[in-house]
């Protein structure tokens, strides 16, 4: 438990999708004259990684390196998030901030891919998949919280490019606790199977036609027309929210999170992953419709406090999901794999609501916000497929 609070603070740190660079990111390439659309497609570079997990998985499941299977691979992939991260800061145009943007990318798609492989080798170790996934998150949003408070104020008082590379700055420094820790703290599993057995076990995994079924219905239970840029421009523009009070709202959808994955310590217990799996829908719903609502700030808490928590259930319901549905053997590149399809549906979700928000609904976000929530409402009749027990 103490290994995933730390891994998933620095994470929740790092990752630019949500972590201290996502707003001073944001605001430099809006600062630049770009359009929603450019905005979306700029910042799914670092999602790139996200959806060759599988790849990470197997490397590690079958290539163990020093005798291990994620501890030395660990401290590769945070080594090299230090690097990536200091290079942005000496540079300063979009073209050159491409790459080590996508290499941080990298960085954060190993060590989550790494991690997740031991999350399923002890949550069916101990039976407590679910209470691992609720721990993950809870210290991920943690993170966020932070992060968020400061990347508002780093664009409120400092130029787009400074704020930017302050927050690289930060972001470089926080996988060096990992580099110490992941040996004392990381448990693993001794590497006793071969390479054959390894491989025995993977093939044997995709040829699994239920572990299929879970990865497609998982995409589509996570996608939906995303407005996430979208909305940024709309606080900008036209409710004229400042840079602090926006990451405020950020840290407070982050509040969401913590207060469902606290919440969810108890429920966990009492409710199966079906139950789990409509409820997340249910509030999905509901949360995105609230987005209607929002006009200042006191609006804009509840808004985002609603948000967050409807979207940490969504989230422990599918990591639950995933981590039991794991092969013996493969537990690396299965979880990856099914992790890869709903990262897929992230980028694949924010792109068609840029789109849509700029090309179709002549940039009014109310009808976009309809379409999400129609979206996350279709995966209800999906639920059935799996046939779960509970």
């Not at 979009?94 to 997740?116: D, I, K, Q, R």
């Not at 405020?248 to 409710?271: K, T």
């Not at 979206?375 to 999906?382: C, E, G, M, P, V």
Request: charged letters at 10%.
């Amino acid at each position: 438990m103490l290994f995933f609070a730390l891994i998933y603070v620095v994470e929740g740190i790092g990752q630019a999708r949500v972590g201290i660079l996502s707003q001073p990111l944001t605001a430099w390439l809006k600062s630049l004259g770009w359009s929603t659309v450019q905005v979306t497609a700029f910042l799914s570079i670092p999602n790139l990684p996200w959806l060759i997990k599988p790849v990470f998985g197997l490397i590690s499941d079958c290539l163990p390196l020093f005798g291990s299977r994620r501890r030395a691979y660990l401290l590769l992939a945070n080594a090299g998030g230090v690097v990536a991260y200091g290079c942005m800061l000496f540079l300063a145009t979009p073209g050159a901030l491409a790459l080590p943007l996508l290499l941080t990318g990298y960085a954060m798609a190993v060590a989550s891919t790494l991690c997740g492989g031991l999350l399923v080798e002890g949550g069916q170790r101990y039976g407590n998949s679910g209470a691992l996934v609720s721990q993950q998150w809870l210290w991920f949003n943690i993170a966020t919280v932070l992060t968020s408070l400061a990347g508002g104020e780093l664009v409120e008082h400092f130029s787009p490019i400074g704020a930017l590379h302050s927050a690289a700055g930060v972001a470089s420094l926080a996988p060096i606790p990992v580099l110490f820790a992941v040996w004392r703290l990381a448990e693993e599993a001794t590497v006793k199977a071969r390479l054959k057995q390894r491989l025995r076990s993977i093939i044997q995994a995709l040829k699994t036609r239920r572990l299929w079924l879970i990865g497609f219905v998982l995409f589509l239970y996570q996608f939906s027309p995303g407005f996430g840029t979208p909305l940024y421009y709309h606080m900008t523009d036209d409710l004229h929210f400042s840079q602090s009070l926006i990451g405020e709202l950020g840290a407070v959808s982050a509040l969401g999170w913590i207060l469902g994955a606290l919440l969810l310590r108890g429920f966990l217990r009492r409710c199966g992953t079906r139950r789990l799996l409509y409820l997340g829908i249910v509030l999905g719903s509901f949360s995105t419709l609230s987005f209607l609502l929002l006009q200042g700030p006191v609006s804009g808490v509840l808004v985002n406090l609603g948000s967050g928590l409807s979207s940490m259930v969504t989230t422990v319901a599918a990591l639950t999901l995933a981590a039991e549905s794991c092969p013996d053997g493969a537990e690396g590149f299965a979880f990856a794999g099914l992790m890869s399809l709903m990262n897929l549906a992230d980028p694949v979700s924010n792109n068609s609501g840029a789109w849509l928000f700029e090309h179709v609904f002549d940039d009014r976000l109310p009808p976009l916000i309809f379409v999400s929530a129609i979206a996350t409402a279709f995966a209800s009749i999906l639920i059935p497929l799996l046939r779960l027990k509970n």
